[in-house]
């Protein structure tokens, strides 16, 4: 060893202790938010917040995998929400015509999700930018169009009818609002710390580099094609369990959870939120809905509102609420230290 | 001299908080100890294309809620209306009905919903158990399914087979006198349009057989450009053209269509011409479109109908639409059961609706029916006619025959397996 390497190995080891000090916070603050979360029935009896929460699992965990690809890996796919309504109608069908135990349809949707999206992610990630962004959109449609013409087994443009069947197993029964409510928790604080181990593991740093220099992550022998469609495929099957959430809160699937706008919805949280931090489409999530909720209340014009809203973060902050938020805070703190 | 401020709670806060936590438990006693008013919520499509299918929902509700409050209200209570958008998106709608019951303490629901949001609600309703009727889903399936069927939720609308049945025959009756035997179709590319086209088809060619369908053409819903539909229809030179395009598309369809003169060349049946939205929207309208009635103030030819379209008019400067008599026929039903039952308690309410007969001015007979077994609407105005560029537009409406339609359909829920 020489004297350079040696000097490496005394910096490289606490760095290591300290990833893993990471690690573990964030398992720490997950457990601490599941806590929080999964206690809330028992301070109060406001069914509309429980809804909240529960469509905040949904969106959120479709939001933030979508940040996974726009944020982490540079990829902006304009048809992700063909993944969210790929995983309430397979999750339905599977629970309306097989009657199988919900743990099982739910490995298994997110099977068919792989398969799916290994497919299209395997033509799609060959392109860039806007030729990504356009043929992603295309099998959008695409799926979007094959649920609506194939009514016999989707039941076309009036959706899922009949309800979900949702059996009780170990104990926990989803037709039970509570119990709805902390399964969705559970989904959604499982779903982000697998994201977030895969945005902190070398794979995360391997997307952030292909975001960065794909040129010269491939001269650095990384396969690149590789990389974004394990990305493309991971994002894929937490965009499906968001939509199962969903179809478990409507007891049912609907065309319009594969149409165009429910991935508009999802680039727009992720445009509130900001894509810089892992967090950022969480909260972009929590003010969309919050934004959608009163404002529904009052009028019937909440476009206006929320066309307002868009313009202000677009050209008033220019970056999402989080990255903006945790800009300002590091400014303060190298003002503070007189830099 | 200022008092230094003890940290912690002081005393006047702590009981204003105890107050505070108090009444907030004991609200929603109180509330319900007085409440005078019931509250009906009503999620419904009020942005977007198709807003003016709520838009005129509410009016008509708003209009006969106005009535029944003035009468004293539901059972004694005066109705407060809760009506919100949904955006025509089913998890939204979802959304919406569960809030308007469980935060805003909504007891009943009138859904106006359209197509899948309607399930959505559907869902809800069997979820919540609160009394939902239905006022804007056409689809045949949300009621005739047995798998769909819960007790609390009834349907006050017009259905896509009553349609059928009725287009079927009287486009029969005038094949067979004109010699129509070649037919064309040209019907918007979803479930309802293929639904109904396939129905319709299959009533004509039952009382017409010897009718052939030549050519059919499936324009996407809300297309703008019509050319290559219109172009193809006429290169197949048919007698006789069916479509079931309704609001923008098929004003934007005649307007394109009257181009070509197409409306001189073969007889044309839309079964949703017949709608002040159509009819007052189309630049030219032809003389002689056969259509079905959506709404229309000249049939039933009652006085009781002509002045509750007028009374309509004169609060909203406009006509009103196919879901504005189905919505205003809800709130009546409400009101009648609610006198009947002396109560405005959802299960009881829905008790005294299945199978209750009220005078309506929507009836075919001054009356409508609640059917009992599938909780849906019968009975009410239904037939054909010829229009005429200017008011009245369709003075003389052919009415449809309830017997046969009872008949037909029976024989169209055996042959579905819904019994």
């Given at each position: 060893?020489?004297?350079?390497?040696?000097?490496?190995?005394?910096?490289?080891?606490?760095?290591?202790?300290?990833?893993?000090?990471?690690?573990?916070?964030?398992?720490?603050?997950?457990?601490?938010?599941?806590?929080?979360?999964?206690?809330?029935?028992?301070?109060?009896?406001?069914?509309?917040?429980?809804?909240?929460?529960?469509?905040?699992?949904?969106?959120?965990?479709?939001?933030?995998?979508?940040?996974?690809?726009?944020?982490?890996?540079?990829?902006?796919?304009?048809?992700?929400?063909?993944?969210?309504?790929?995983?309430?109608?397979?999750?339905?069908?599977?629970?309306?015509?097989?009657?199988?135990?919900?743990?099982?349809?739910?490995?298994?949707?997110?099977?068919?999700?792989?398969?799916?999206?290994?497919?299209?992610?395997?033509?799609?990630?060959?392109?860039?930018?806007?030729?990504?962004?356009?043929?992603?959109?295309?099998?959008?449609?695409?799926?979007?169009?094959?649920?609506?013409?194939?009514?016999?087994?989707?039941?076309?443009?009036?959706?899922?009818?009949?309800?979900?069947?949702?059996?009780?197993?170990?104990?926990?029964?989803?037709?039970?609002?509570?119990?709805?409510?902390?399964?969705?928790?559970?989904?959604?604080?499982?779903?982000?710390?697998?994201?977030?181990?895969?945005?902190?593991?070398?794979?995360?740093?391997?997307?952030?580099?292909?975001?960065?220099?794909?040129?010269?992550?491939?001269?650095?022998?990384?396969?690149?094609?590789?990389?974004?469609?394990?990305?493309?495929?991971?994002?894929?099957?937490?965009?499906?369990?968001?939509?199962?959430?969903?179809?478990?809160?409507?007891?049912?699937?609907?065309?319009?959870?594969?149409?165009?706008?429910?991935?508009?919805?999802?680039?727009?949280?992720?445009?509130?939120?900001?894509?810089?931090?892992?967090?950022?489409?969480?909260?972009?999530?929590?003010?969309?809905?919050?934004?959608?909720?009163?404002?529904?209340?009052?009028?019937?014009?909440?476009?206006?509102?929320?066309?307002?809203?868009?313009?202000?973060?677009?050209?008033?902050?220019?970056?999402?609420?989080?990255?903006?938020?945790?800009?300002?805070?590091?400014?303060?703190?190298?003002?503070?230290?007189?830099? | 001299?200022?008092?230094?401020?003890?940290?912690?709670?002081?005393?006047?806060?702590?009981?204003?908080?105890?107050?505070?936590?108090?009444?907030?438990?004991?609200?929603?006693?109180?509330?319900?100890?007085?409440?005078?008013?019931?509250?009906?919520?009503?999620?419904?499509?009020?942005?977007?294309?198709?807003?003016?299918?709520?838009?005129?929902?509410?009016?008509?509700?708003?209009?006969?809620?106005?009535?029944?409050?003035?009468?004293?209200?539901?059972?004694?209570?005066?109705?407060?209306?809760?009506?919100?958008?949904?955006?025509?998106?089913?998890?939204?709608?979802?959304?919406?009905?569960?809030?308007?019951?469980?935060?805003?303490?909504?007891?009943?629901?009138?859904?106006?919903?359209?197509?899948?949001?309607?399930?959505?609600?559907?869902?809800?309703?069997?979820?919540?158990?609160?009394?939902?009727?239905?006022?804007?889903?056409?689809?045949?399936?949300?009621?005739?399914?047995?798998?769909?069927?819960?007790?609390?939720?009834?349907?006050?609308?017009?259905?896509?087979?009553?349609?059928?049945?009725?287009?079927?025959?009287?486009?029969?009756?005038?094949?067979?006198?004109?010699?129509?035997?070649?037919?064309?179709?040209?019907?918007?590319?979803?479930?309802?349009?293929?639904?109904?086209?396939?129905?319709?088809?299959?009533?004509?060619?039952?009382?017409?057989?010897?009718?052939?369908?030549?050519?059919?053409?499936?324009?996407?819903?809300?297309?703008?450009?019509?050319?290559?539909?219109?172009?193809?229809?006429?290169?197949?030179?048919?007698?006789?053209?069916?479509?079931?395009?309704?609001?923008?598309?098929?004003?934007?369809?005649?307007?394109?269509?009257?181009?070509?003169?197409?409306?001189?060349?073969?007889?044309?049946?839309?079964?949703?011409?017949?709608?002040?939205?159509?009819?007052?929207?189309?630049?030219?309208?032809?003389?002689?479109?056969?259509?079905?009635n959506r709404y229309i103030k000249t049939f039933p030819t009652t006085p009781e109908n002509a002045a509750w379209g007028d009374a309509y008019k004169a609060k909203y400067n406009e006509y009103p639409t196919n879901w504005s008599w189905q919505n205003a026929t809800a709130v009546m039903f409400l009101a009648e059961a609610a006198k009947k039952a002396n109560s405005t308690d959802g299960k009881k309410i829905a008790e005294v609706l299945k199978g209750l007969t009220i005078k309506c001015p929507f009836g075919a007979d001054g009356t409508v029916t609640m059917r009992g077994d599938d909780h849906t609407l019968v009975g009410y105005a239904i037939g054909w006619g010829t229009t005429i560029p200017q008011?009245?537009?369709?003075?003389?409406?052919?009415?449809?025959?309830?017997?046969?339609?009872?008949?037909?359909?029976?024989?169209?829920?055996?042959?579905?397996?819904?019994?």
């Amino acid at each position: 060893m020489t004297e350079l390497e040696a000097g490496r190995a005394e910096t490289l080891a606490p760095v290591r202790g300290s990833a893993a000090l990471h690690r573990y916070r964030d398992v720490l603050i997950a457990l601490i938010a599941f806590a929080v979360l999964a206690s809330l029935p028992l301070f109060t009896g406001s069914k509309a917040l429980l809804d909240f929460v529960i469509r905040c699992s949904a969106y959120g965990l479709f939001a933030s995998s979508l940040n996974l690809l726009v944020g982490y890996t540079g990829l902006t796919s304009f048809g992700h929400g063909m993944f969210f309504g790929l995983g309430a109608y397979s999750f339905g069908l599977i629970m309306q015509k097989l009657g199988l135990p919900i743990p099982v349809a739910f490995v298994a949707t997110l099977v068919i999700t792989a398969i799916i999206a290994a497919v299209i992610g395997a033509i799609c990630v060959r392109l860039k930018e806007i030729y990504f962004a356009f043929v992603t959109l295309a099998f959008q449609m695409l799926i979007h169009s094959t649920i609506l013409s194939w009514a016999s087994f989707t039941g076309g443009d009036q959706g899922l009818r009949g309800g979900i069947p949702r059996p009780a197993f170990f104990g926990i029964n989803l037709a039970n609002h509570v119990h709805l409510y902390i399964a969705s928790c559970a989904l959604l604080i499982l779903g982000l710390l697998a994201m977030r181990q895969i945005a902190q593991s070398p794979f995360g740093y391997t997307l952030r580099m292909i975001r960065d220099n794909a040129a010269r992550a491939s001269f650095l022998g990384i396969d690149v094609w590789r990389a974004k469609l394990t990305v493309f495929v991971l994002a894929a099957l937490f965009a499906s369990m968001g939509g199962m959430v969903m179809a478990l809160f409507v007891s049912g699937a609907y065309p319009e959870f594969a149409y165009w706008t429910i991935s508009g919805e999802a680039i727009f949280i992720n445009m509130l939120g900001g894509v810089s931090t892992f967090l950022g489409p969480m909260v972009g999530t929590v003010l969309l809905l919050l934004l959608n909720d009163t404002v529904t209340r009052f009028t019937e014009y909440h476009g206006i509102v929320l066309g307002v809203v868009i313009l202000f973060f677009a050209l008033g902050l220019r970056k999402g609420l989080l990255d903006f938020v945790t800009e300002w805070f590091s400014h303060r703190r190298d003002a503070g230290e007189g830099r | 001299m200022t008092r230094p401020r003890r940290p912690g709670i002081s005393r006047r806060s702590t009981l204003a908080l105890m107050g505070a936590g108090a009444m907030s438990v004991a609200a929603p006693w109180v509330a319900r100890a007085q409440a005078k008013t019931i509250k009906i919520g009503m999620p419904t499509i009020l942005s977007g294309r198709v807003a003016q299918l709520g838009t005129s929902s509410r009016n008509a509700v708003m209009l006969e809620v106005d009535k029944v409050n003035a009468a004293g209200g539901l059972a004694g209570r005066q109705i407060e209306m809760v009506v919100r958008d949904s955006k025509g998106q089913p998890q939204e709608a979802a959304r919406v009905a569960r809030e308007l019951v469980n935060t805003d303490g909504c007891e009943l629901l009138l859904d106006g919903e359209a197509s899948s949001g309607s399930f959505a609600v559907h869902e809800v309703a069997r979820d919540l158990g609160v009394l939902c009727i239905h006022t804007c889903s056409e689809a045949s399936s949300l009621t005739a399914d047995p798998k769909q069927h819960i007790p609390n939720a009834f349907r006050c609308v017009r259905q896509g087979i009553h349609d059928s049945i009725v287009g079927g025959s009287y486009a029969a009756a005038i094949s067979k006198a004109k010699g129509l035997k070649k037919w064309a179709t040209c019907s918007p590319d979803y479930a309802y349009g293929r639904d109904t086209t396939g129905e319709f088809t299959l009533y004509l060619k039952r009382f017409a057989p010897d009718v052939e369908v030549i050519s059919e053409s499936w324009p996407k819903l809300f297309q703008p450009d019509y050319t290559e539909v219109v172009t193809k229809i006429l290169q197949a030179k048919p007698q006789a053209l069916y479509s079931c395009l309704w609001g923008g598309d098929l004003t934007s369809y005649i307007d394109q269509a009257n181009i070509y003169a197409m409306f001189s060349q073969m007889e044309v049946f839309a079964v949703n011409m017949a709608d002040y939205t159509a009819l007052t929207v189309v630049k030219n309208l032809p003389k002689g479109i056969h259509s079905g009635n959506r709404y229309i103030k000249t049939f039933p030819t009652t006085p009781e109908n002509a002045a509750w379209g007028d009374a309509y008019k004169a609060k909203y400067n406009e006509y009103p639409t196919n879901w504005s008599w189905q919505n205003a026929t809800a709130v009546m039903f409400l009101a009648e059961a609610a006198k009947k039952a002396n109560s405005t308690d959802g299960k009881k309410i829905a008790e005294v609706l299945k199978g209750l007969t009220i005078k309506c001015p929507f009836g075919a007979d001054g009356t409508v029916t609640m059917r009992g077994d599938d909780h849906t609407l019968v009975g009410y105005a239904i037939g054909w006619g010829t229009t005429i560029p200017q008011e009245p537009y369709v003075p003389e409406v052919k009415a449809g025959d309830w017997k046969t339609i009872f008949e037909l359909e029976a024989e169209w829920k055996k042959s579905k397996g819904y019994t």
